[in-house]
């Protein structure tokens, strides 16, 4: 839920108020139902429960011309967006969420200011380092860990594990320290027009 809820929240955020179905347009032109939980009954669900919880304000809008019931639309509250940007920052800065999780927020990462998403990023970097490091701390030196079965190839996971996660952030943050992307806060953000 995780997944669909910073989705949700990030797409709301960016069309400032939107019914459900517009919402799950945007989440499909993303590609998110491919590569996260959100599908058309997530998204409906999500939208309803953040509305009961405070996080959205609902609105009811016109009836349908062709005799359906009104539409609700929503927009996140104040609550909603203190509850976005902390599930964004979260996601970022986590050694090790779920990959949709990591993927939903790097595709909204320009909803922070560059500062903010750097230091997201390199909290992430240094608790991959700090975990890569408890697990070789208790290693032998020169381990061999072809040697060990099936407990070195679940060490040597993890060793890999951290060190791709490792790379790939690393990356990220030199592609954001070189200016990639348009941050909150800077001009020619995506999807908003110039001032």
């Known amino acids: 839920m995780q997944t669909v809820r910073l989705l ?6 960016r069309r400032g108020q939107a019914h459900g179905y517009q919402i799950r347009t945007d989440l499909e032109s993303w590609g998110a139902h491919e590569w996260s939980t959100a599908t058309s009954g997530s998204v409906y669900h999500a939208l309803k429960s953040m509305a009961s919880q405070g996080l959205l304000a609902a609105h009811e809008t016109v009836p349908s011309k062709a005799g359906g019931p009104p539409r609700i ?9 203190h509850e976005y940007l902390a599930l964004l920052r979260s996601a970022l800065a986590d050694r090790e969420p779920s990959l949709d999780v990591l993927a939903s927020a790097v595709g909204l990462i320009e909803d922070l200011s560059r500062e903010e998403a750097l230091r997201m990023l390199r909290t992430r970097a240094r608790a991959l380092e700090e975990w890569r490091s408890s697990v070789t701390a208790h290693l032998p030196p020169d381990t061999d860990l072809d040697t060990w079965g099936p407990v070195g190839e ?42």
């Open 8 to 13: 949700v929240l990030g797409a709301l955020r």
């Open 73 to 81: 639309e929503y927009e996140l509250t104040d609550q909603g967006e």
């Open 154 to 195: 679940v060490l040597f996971l993890w060793l890999s594990t951290a060190d791709s996660h490792a790379r790939w952030t690393d990356r990220l943050i030199r592609r954001l320290e070189g200016g990639a992307f348009a941050m909150a806060a800077e001009d020619s953000r995506p999807g908003q027009a110039p001032e």
